[in-house]
């Protein structure tokens, strides 16, 4: 069901992006403008990262098999990278486009009203669809979507700022501020690609969870630590929804095997109900029992207390 969503947010994504970039490259070709042009080339770019976006969400819903045993999560995670990639190079062909125009000085602008009303329009739509795509990455916690609705966001921003610059344009008679827009937009696509290559990128490397989730971690442990000696070799990633969680928890030499297992359990169910699509492996470690108060029916806490008397 959730993985329906997320494709379903895509498809959007894609038929908007569609739409979007023939009309801003029939009305930036009649305009001559660089500016209309340079949203239509990322409205395209924006297009590709909807393909992929979508291709990631369909891929990663697939349960873990005998080649990929942890899922295949990652791949929203190779996704982002790549339409990070993608919005440098759009960025990188508008400044140079942009800067041709005021190097050779060839910027002439017409119906510069119709220019406005695509504009307007595309922001307007784009604006609607990314919140949709926002709201659906959240409540799916989908790496690939969230890229795609940062996409749409920054379009939303630089429609306004192209928007913006026709008016100026249209009351002023400067025609060049059109490539000086342009290159502005770019500069905030530079920025959106830098953010989304932050959020996409380094989680491939296996990076730890954000403090704020391993420190749900820590509550949820401080809460059991009545039941167990103490805990270590936490480690964390996140796989792209998935969080992986692992640890080492000691606990009293005479704990049997059942009641160790139904303490893992209730640890993970805990960490679970307050990190969403979480994964956690808890790896049971005997105390050395050299404690003197040390007894069948031994709380970790008396414990606890003799081993800091006798160390």
């Known amino acids: 069901m959730i993985n329906r969503e997320k494709t ?3 498809q959007l994504s894609i038929l908007s992006n569609f739409i979007l970039i023939v009309i801003k490259l029939v009305v930036g070709i009649m305009m001559q403008s660089v500016s209309v042009l340079s949203e239509a080339v990322h409205s395209a770019i924006d297009l590709i990262a909807a393909i992929i976006a979508w291709f990631a969400v369909r891929e990663s819903g697939k349960p873990a098999d005998n080649e990929h045993n942890f899922g295949h999560g990652k791949i929203e995670n190779v996704a982002g990278t790549i339409e990070a990639v993608l919005i440098f190079g759009a ?15 060839t910027v002439a602008i017409e119906n510069l009203g119709m220019g406005a009303m695509v504009m307007g329009a595309s922001g307007l739509t784009n604006y609607l669809v990314s919140r949709h795509l926002l709201s659906v990455a959240i409540k799916t916690d989908s790496v ?15 429609s306004i700022g192209v928007l913006g610059g026709l008016i100026a344009i249209k009351l002023t008679g400067v025609t060049i501020l059109d490539p000086l827009i342009a290159i502005a937009v770019a500069c905030l696509i530079l920025k959106a690609a830098y953010d989304l290559t932050k959020s996409a990128f380094f989680h491939i490397l296996d990076i730890k969870l954000p403090d704020d989730e391993e420190a749900v971690i820590h509550t949820v442990m401080q809460e059991h630590s009545s039941n167990f000696l103490e805990y270590h070799k936490l480690r964390t990633r996140k796989s792209g929804h998935i969080r992986h969680i692992d ?40 105390c050395k029992g050299v404690c003197d108060g040390c007894s069948v029916d031994c709380p970790s806490n008396v414990c606890a207390a003799n081993q800091k008397t006798t160390s």
């Not at 805990?270 to 994964?279: G, V």
């Open 8 to 10: 379903r947010a895509a």
């Open 91 to 105: 960025a990188i062909y508008i400044i140079w486009e942009a800067a041709h125009k005021l190097i050779t000085g």
């Open 144 to 158: 690939a979507l969230e890229a795609d609705a940062m996409h749409l966001r920054t379009d939303v921003y630089t």
């Open 247 to 286: 640890m080492h928890l000691v606990v009293p030499k005479q704990m049997t095997v059942e009641v160790g297992h139904h303490l893992s359990h209730q640890i993970s169910a805990d960490i679970e109900n307050r990190l969403d699509y979480s994964h956690i492996l808890v790896h049971i470690e005997p």
